[in-house]
């Protein structure tokens, strides 16, 4: 059985940081792509930052020059680093993985509150 465990998130000031991780494990063989997607209270879910197998990586305006994401493929493990964070950060945040044949993997998700 495929699982996706995230951690990392919290509360936290604006301006401040951090790192959320979504560790993959059970039956994983190939890895199209991981990414991380957020979901605010009365808001659609949307792709925060993906990366693809090749190393590609992609992000939404509202975090381009703030988040980086980042691969352990040893580890099938993707990160999210999030620096000045702003309350509109505020969301949960989901780890999705696409295996090959397009299967579809999501986190618990996190709670990453950006609040002063």
């Known amino acids: 059985q495929v699982q996706l465990v995230e951690s990392g998130g919290g509360l936290v000031q604006p301006g401040g940081s951090l790192r959320l991780s979504c560790a993959a494990s059970?039956?994983?063989?190939?890895?199209?792509?991981m990414g991380w997607y957020r979901q605010a209270p009365g808001k659609q879910r949307a792709l925060v930052a993906g990366?693809?197998?090749?190393?590609?990586?992609n992000y939404a305006d509202p975090v381009k020059g703030r988040f980086t994401i980042s691969r352990d493929n040893a580890k099938n493990t993707v990160y999210l680093q999030m620096n000045s964070l702003k309350p509109e950060d505020t969301a949960v945040y989901y780890c999705?993985?696409?295996?090959?044949?397009?299967?579809?993997?999501w986190g618990q998700g996190t709670q990453v509150t950006v609040s002063s």
């Open positions: 999705n993985m696409v295996l090959a044949g397009f299967r579809e993997y």
């Open positions: 059970g039956s994983i063989f190939s890895i199209n792509a």
């Open positions: 990366i693809t197998s090749g190393g590609s990586t």
